[in-house]
């Protein structure tokens, strides 16, 4: 019975192996990208989220399909940020100025969804992501964030041929500290990304 069982497996996972297919390919895109700051602490005065910042990506992703669910790694390079509202009360009045939190990051998103006709997709995952650079106004920060985080991704794509385009939302969040100052910073991306596959469909 268990040789009978273990053939049975071996053909089913043989003849998935033998469906599944198989894809390489690059894209490019742009975002809208904003910040939150949360849990400020130390000497800071008040930061609030204000305007979105436009960010750019580029990169290569694979994909690999079986029985309709898709795996898909990315390597992402990305540049995304976002304007907050700063409010200075040291001098004795109330001064507000607005900055700019600007990253430059390496993303590896690890998604993992399904096909509908061959045509859509819906996908989901975790996002590892380094930090390559980060700015505040005229401040390094690199120094001053976790190097590495994870956040995640959701949305969903079309494929046309080898052309690919999908539409995402994405989430990171980091730790500042420096000192006694610390605050958590959540970077949100609305993501339009359009790819071409150069092997497999």
Known sequence: MKKVLLMVLVLVTTSMVAQAQFALG???????SKVDINDLKGSYTQIQEKDAITGY???????????????????ILSS???????TDTGSGTEVQTTEK??????????????SILNVARIQAGPVASVLMEGKFADQDLKNSLNKADWGYQAGIGFDFGNLTTDLR??????????????????????ILSVGFKIIGK
């Open 26 to 32: 690059l894209k490019a895109g742009v975002s809208s």
């Open 57 to 75: 990506h580029v990169g290569a992703f694979t994909r690999l399909k079986i029985a309709g669910l898709l795996f898909q790694p990315e390597a």
């Open 80 to 86: 995304s940020g976002g304007k907050v509202e700063v």
């Open 101 to 114: 939190f600007k990253f430059s990051r390496l993303d590896v998103p690890l998604l993992v969804g399904f």
């Open 169 to 190: 939302y994405e989430n990171i969040k980091r730790d500042y500290t420096q000192g006694n100052n610390s605050f958590g910073i959540g970077n949100q991306q609305v």
